[in-house]
Nanobody, 122 residues
Framework: QLQLVESGGGWVQPGGSLKLSCTAS????????MGWFRKAPGQEREVVAL????????WYGDFVRGRFTVSHDNVKITIDLQMNNLKTDDTAMYYC???????????????WGQGTEVTVSS
């Protein structure tokens, strides 16, 4: 059974960087799509970054604007999210997800991690 475990969240000042990692276990190969969503208090869960594990195509939320980079390791079955130039609006719980195809609708994903909290403040 697929399990996703996130790490790397924490507190950072505006303009700083964080790297999130997600490791998948309980599977023999990477899910077709893995990605990151986030949810801030009072807001809907939204896509941060998605990656198709076979073709390496990527998608990002509009708010990313070149600040984040998602990457994937097919051997370790991990995905990383390098976040640079963080803003206070990036404060949220970040979730790793796995699905049969990349989609912006969270309902399309069958696997979710417990989340890792990111706080951006001065």
């Amino acid at each position: 059974q697929l399990q996703l475990v996130e790490s790397g969240g924490g507190w950072v000042q505006p303009g700083g960087s964080l790297k999130l990692s997600c490791t998948a276990s309980g599977v023999n190969h990477s899910p077709n799509c893995m990605g990151w969503f986030r949810k801030a208090p009072g807001q809907e869960r939204e896509v941060v970054a998605l990656i198709a594990t076979a073709g390496r195509s990527t998608w990002y939320g509009d708010f990313v604007r070149g600040r984040f980079t998602v990457s994937h390791d097919n051997v370790k079955i991990t995905i990383d999210l390098q976040m640079n130039n963080l803003k206070t609006d990036d404060t949220a719980m970040y979730y790793c997800a796995a699905g049969p195809r990349c989609a912006f609708d969270p309902a399309k994903y069958y696997g979710w991690g417990q989340g890792t909290e990111v706080t951006v403040s001065s």
